[in-house]
Structure formats: structure tokens, C-alpha cells
């Protein structure tokens, strides 16, 4: 094993976290696709993070690992955050805080681009409530951390001890669940005896990004992460990512630095706004259902594959090149779109 693997190990080891996942998640390649000859000899990998074992899995647990122990350390009884009303983070922190007999609140905006039944009231809705967290579903134009402010108070007056979470969990400590993974990665890369040169992932809140980059670069590898930003545009995404991944590393190791040139955002497959279907997420969606097996999410995966896609059609990779994507969950989104699939 690499040194630089233990020094990212030990740095890890400093902050308290409670483990969520069985284990590593599986690296798959996808082989029916990387046949396919508009792909242009690319090899295509997907490192299986849909498949961590709770609350129906995702990105979020690997996050929620440290969030929780953070919370955990302070003596928290609640846990509270906030996102869309889909939020795939609001589903896994209520999945979490079941498990481990905590409370859960979770602060819900309503989305500008869908209203239909669906996406109201199945997928992620419908499964924050089974986990039994207590919803509050804000009226438009309300500004979800200062109502967080405001309930925390509350809670506080009630005699709770709340810990909040940012949007996504993605906080320096929360981005340190991908920080892990990098070197998760990176490990299961030399088992496999081979080098991915890049990784590529959704980016929405940006802490899966910045954890993975500040991972690499502690452990001094040459994989590139490149993300499809969902939410932001292509420059606020950036700005954010670098100023995350500098955090992170703060926290890992004050000597490494970044380059700024080491952020990679592409903002070309966002669409007309964060959640909004686009003609090539849906083509990804279906491609990967429909000659791999595998299921993606309509807001961050399927449009993160979407760019995957085109840039491989393209030819911005030379034949051979093998790239992974993470499949980072949120399968629950694509019951809330039942209508952009019809
Ligand atoms: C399924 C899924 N993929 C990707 C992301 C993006 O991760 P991040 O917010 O860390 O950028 C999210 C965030 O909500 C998500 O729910």
C-alpha cells in the first residue's frame, strides 16, 4: 500500500465517525456500453455508491459517517437539515437518525420547475415520512437556513439538543465521507492493477467533488475528478469546489495545497435550472437501464452520465482510457419523474 494511502488514513482517523456502509462499494464495468463504437474505445467503470445499505442508499451515507459522529460527539438528539423537497440528503439524515433513535427534522423547499403528484408526494417525500422525520415543507420565497435558525431555537427551547447539517451534507467534516472514498478508490484501482484517469461525478452541494479532490491530492494521486455541476452554473460551481476541497484539506493536512487549475466543472448539462429533465438525461437514464442494468437518478446522476456521454462521443478521451463514473443513488427521484419518462 502507498504511503501516501496511510497518511490520508491517519489524517482521517482524527474525526469521529460511525460507520454506515457494509464495506467498499463494488467497482463494475460497463461493458456492454464501452462496446459500443460511438464510444470510442473509452473503457467506462461505475463505482456502485447506489448501493450503500441504507434508507435505500446513495451518496449521502458516506457523508452522514462523519456528520454523525460529529453530531454524536456533541451529545445531538435531533438531527436537522434542509434541501428541495426531493432531497435525496433529507431522505438518508431521516434513514440515519431511525436507525440510531434520533429525532429528525427536515426543512423542504418546494421546487421552481415541477408541481405535479408525483413529485409532491412519491419518491424521496414518500420515504421521509416512512422513516418517520417531522417534514416542514416551506411556502416559496421562505429561506430554508433561516428557518433552520429559527427551529433550532425552538427545539433548543424544548429542551432537544439539535445538530444541523448544510444543504447536502456537505460540510468541510461531512465532505470528509469522500475523502475516504478517494482512497477507497484508489486502493480498489491497484487491486484491479490498473489507473483510472479520471473520476467523474455529479455536482450539486459540491462536497462529493471536493472530497474526492482533496483525497487525491493528499494521497498524490494523478487522477483527475471532474464534475457535471446540477445546480449552480459552471463558474459558481468552481468557485465552490475549490473553496470546499481547500477546506477539506484544512482539515486532513494543512501543508497540501490546490492548484487552482486541479477544479474540473462542467456545466454544460445542467439545463434550464437544478431539477429540470434535459433530452440527454433522459437518453442516459435509458441507456444505462437499458443496456447495463442500472439505475440513475433524473437531477444528479443522469445528467453528470449525460456529459460522460458526449464527451466520450466526442472523442475528448483517447481510446483506452478508463474512466469512473460514481453512480451516486437517488433512484427514489426517478418515481417523482414518472412524468418527464412518459
Ligand atoms: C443522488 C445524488 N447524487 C449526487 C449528489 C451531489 O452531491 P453533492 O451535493 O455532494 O455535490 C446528490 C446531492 O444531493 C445526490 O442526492
Known amino acids: 500500500m502507498p504511503n501516501d494511502l496511510n497518511h490520508l488514513d491517519a489524517a482521517l482517523a482524527a474525526y469521529p465517525r460511525v460507520a454506515l456502509l457494509e464495506g467498499p462499494t463494488p467497482i463494475q464495468k460497463l461493458s456492454r456500453l464501452s462496446d459500443l463504437p460511438e464510444l470510442n474505445g473509452c473503457q467506462l467503470y461505475v463505482k456502485r455508491d447506489d448501493l450503500t445499505g441504507l434508507g435505500g442508499g446513495g451518496n449521502k451515507l458516506r457523508k452522514l459517517e462523519f456528520l454523525l459522529g460529529e453530531a454524536l460527539a456533541e451529545g445531538a438528539d435531533t438531527l436537522v437539515t434542509w434541501g428541495g423537497l426531493q432531497s435525496n440528503h433529507a431522505r438518508l439524515t431521516a434513514a440515519v437518525a431511525a436507525r440510531h433513535g434520533l429525532a429528525c427534522e427536515l426543512i423542504l423547499t418546494p421546487s421552481a420547475v415541477r408541481t405535479d403528484d408525483d413529485f409532491c408526494h412519491n419518491g424521496n417525500v414518500l420515504l421521509d415520512a416512512l422513516f418517520g422525520a417531522k417534514v416542514h415543507r416551506l411556502a416559496r420565497g421562505v429561506l430554508p437556513d433561516a428557518y433552520a435558525t429559527q427551529l433550532v431555537d425552538t427545539l433548543k427551547g424544548q429542551g432537544k439538543r439539535p445538530f444541523v447539517m448544510p444543504l447536502g451534507g456537505s460540510s468541510p467534516r461531512g465532505s470528509l465521507g469522500y475523502a475516504a472514498c478517494a482512497g477507497e478508490i484508489l486502493r ?46 459552471e463558474e459558481q460551481a468552481a468557485t465552490t469546489t475549490l473553496e470546499k476541497t481547500r477546506q477539506v484539506l484544512q482539515l486532513l493536512d494543512r501543508s497540501t495545497t490546490l492548484a487552482d487549475h486541479s477544479i474540473r466543472v462542467d456545466g454544460s448539462q445542467r439545463g434550464d435550472a437544478y431539477g429540470a429533465p434535459t433530452e440527454a438525461m433522459l437518453e442516459a437514464v435509458r441507456l444505462l437501464a437499458s443496456q447495463e442494468g442500472l439505475l440513475t437518478d433524473p437531477v444528479y446522476g443522469g445528467k453528470a452520465f449525460a456529459g460522460l456521454l458526449a464527451a466520450v462521443r466526442r472523442g475528448d478521451y483517447r481510446a483506452g482510457s478508463n474512466l469512473l463514473f460514481v453512480m451516486t443513488g437517488g433512484m427514489p427521484g426517478l418515481f417523482a419523474y414518472r412524468r418527464a419518462f412518459e
Open 188 to 233: 480498489q484501482a491497484e487491486a484491479l492493477d490498473m489507473h483510472f484517469e479520471q473520476i467523474i461525478v455529479p455536482n450539486g452541494s459540491a462536497g462529493t467533488h471536493s472530497g474526492l479532490l482533496a483525497g487525491v491530492t493528499l494521497a498524490g494521486a494523478s487522477t483527475q475528478i471532474l464534475g457535471y455541476s446540477v445546480l449552480a452554473t
